[in-house]
């Protein structure tokens, strides 16, 4: 079984900063692309950074510039930097990766970290 799990989200003020982390476990062979992605009630999940294997980056232009992804291969774990948090940075923050394993590859996602961006 492969697990997903998120540290890292709470509440900041505005201008603040948070660090997400989320850690893959289990029978892994390898870890394709990592990525965080956000949540609003209501609305649909919204990609906001993704890294692939070899370290390529892409960022959804409302992150561009405040918000670094990075990732551990040998930790198997996925960061999110977040800087100059703004209120509409509140959502939770799910991480998602494609991770292979002896059935091959698919898609797993995080539980969910709450970011709550508010003075």
């Known amino acids: 079984q492969v697990q997903l799990v998120e540290f890292g989200g709470g509440l900041v003020q505005p201008g603040g900063s948070l660090r997400l982390s989320c850690a893959a476990s289990?029978?892994?062979?390898?870890?394709?692309?990592m990525g965080w992605y956000r949540q609003v009630p209501g609305k649909e999940r919204e990609l906001v950074a993704t890294?692939?294997?070899?370290?390529?980056?892409n960022y959804a232009s409302s992150v561009k510039g405040r918000f670094t992804i990075s990732r551990d291969n040998a930790k198997n774990t996925v960061y999110l930097q977040m800087n100059s948090l703004k209120p509409e940075d509140t959502s939770v923050y799910y991480c998602?990766?494609?991770?292979?394993?002896?059935?091959?590859?698919?898609?797993?996602w995080g539980q969910g970290t709450q970011v709550t961006v508010s003075s």
């Open positions: 998602k990766a494609r991770i292979f394993t002896v059935g091959g590859p698919r898609d797993y």
């Open positions: 289990g029978n892994i062979f390898s870890i394709g692309t």
């Open positions: 890294i692939t294997s070899v370290g390529s980056t």
